[in-house]
């Protein structure tokens, strides 16, 4: 299909993860020098966590998550269309809405202590958009009621109240059995994945955890997971996690600089080669 249909002139094949660690390399660090990384991809459908040692994905060690954004975006669409409106079919507003208000908590009991009270600190209203002056939808501090007065929106808008809907959402991927799923979250997915590995690994791969992926990108990701990570690592191994600039394309920007080192040309299979030797070619193609 992609010589055929799509007309390409090489083709290479590599996983995401490999492609992070790549894009990672310009940070110089001793790890990524020596191509050694685990890279937590926290995708739409799925996370994973790939132990990768001399720029090779170590198999062994690979773990996945049946979890990702596509299941947070479809519990938050229960959690509003149940307790104001229904948005059901809305998956791309909900999206939207996902992106913009919710946050990792680094401390869930006391996030829920303070959404219990009246005065929440995490309320938040999202406006719809309307379809004329309204075209996206945003976010807006709820108006104090006051009395005598009636309060809340003008006449022909709509929001959605949020509060704890905020951190409850995200925190299924530290905490999958909220949703009656059964697996650990992403803590306990990055410590099976390094324990699958020789001993003599772990030390690296904790010292150069890379994060991708869009989940990723939500507020506290990262200082959430190095807390719940933390008491799992043995004392004497340093614990770096590394969230980069754009997470959602870093793999993307990694394949982009990958391009233009001499390693690819030998890594690549063109379209001449498959005319020539068929698919049987394909499978002699190292990835990077």
């Avoid at 995708?43 to 966590?49: N, T, V, Y």
């Avoid at 996945?64 to 669409?77: A, D, E, I, M, Q």
């Amino acid at each position: 299909m992609v010589f055929e249909d799509f007309g390409f002139q090489s083709l290479c094949v590599c996983p995401a993860a490999l492609l992070s660690l790549q894009h990672a390399k310009a940070q110089e660090t001793a790890a990524n020098q020596a191509g050694c990384a685990l890279v937590l991809d926290a995708g739409f459908s799925f996370s994973h966590a790939v132990p990768i040692f001399s720029d090779v994905v170590l198999d062994t060690g690979v773990r996945r998550l049946n979890l990702g954004g596509k299941v947070l975006t479809n519990y938050l669409k229960e959690l509003v269309s149940y307790r104001s409106i229904n948005l059901m079919e809305e998956t791309y507003l909900v999206e939207h809405i996902k992106d913009a208000v919710c946050f990792v908590s680094n401390n869930l009991q006391e996030d829920l202590t303070m959404a219990q009270q009246s005065h929440s600190p995490h309320k938040l209203e999202y406006v719809l958009p309307d379809g004329l002056t309204n075209l996206t939808g945003f976010v807006r501090k709820p108006e104090p009621a006051v009395k005598g007065k009636s309060g809340g929106l003008p006449a022909k808008e709509l929001a959605v109240a949020l509060n704890n809907e905020r951190f409850l959402v995200p925190e299924l991927l530290f905490h999958p059995s909220d949703i009656s799923l059964p697996q650990a979250g992403v803590a306990e997915l990055i410590h099976d994945a390094v324990n699958a590995v020789h001993p003599d690994l772990h030390g690296l791969l904790y010292s150069n955890i890379i994060l991708s992926g869009g989940s990723s990108c939500c507020p506290g990701f990262k200082d959430r997971l190095l807390k719940d990570l933390r008491p799992l690592v043995p004392d004497h191994f340093e614990l770096n996690i590394t969230l980069p600039e754009s997470p959602v394309v870093c793999a993307w920007q990694g394949g982009s600089s990958f391009v233009s080192t001499p390693e690819y040309n030998a890594m690549t299979l063109t379209k001449a080669e498959y005319e020539e030797q068929g698919y049987d070619r394909l499978q002699t193609v190292s990835s990077v």
